[in-house]
Nanobody, 123 residues
């Protein structure tokens, strides 16, 4: 079994900063891409940022220059540093990872999700 456990959400004032963490655990052979998605109230889930296992990153236009995604492969953890937060960043943030593990003799890659963490930007 594979689990993604997020931490770091909460209430922050506009202009403030917050850091999210997501740690993968369980039967893992290799972690491929990792990323963060968010779902604002009443809206669809959207990609915020992603990072490959080689360190290549991409960001949604709405967060470029404000958010930074990084990963620590030794800790199987991905981070999202969020600066200059705006009320429109309010959402449930979900960690996402493509993980390969062994099912008997066969490597199988699947997408896993964290449980979500609420980020609220408000004064």
């Amino acid at each position: 079994q594979v689990q993604l456990v997020e931490s770091g959400g909460g209430l922050v004032q506009p202009g403030g900063s917050q850091r999210l963490s997501c740690a993968a655990s369980g039967s893992i052979f290799r972690i491929n891409n990792m990323g963060w998605y968010r779902q604002p109230p009443g809206k669809e889930r959207e990609l915020v940022a992603a990072v490959t296992n080689g360190g290549t990153t991409n960001y949604a236009d709405s967060v470029k220059g404000r958010f930074t995604i990084s990963r620590d492969n030794a800790k199987s953890t991905v981070y999202l540093q969020m600066n200059s937060l705006k009320p429109e960043d309010t959402a449930v943030y979900y960690c996402n990872a493509g993980i390969t593990n062994w099912r008997g003799p066969t490597p199988v890659t699947a997408t896993y999700w964290g449980q979500g963490t609420q980020v609220t930007v408000s004064s």
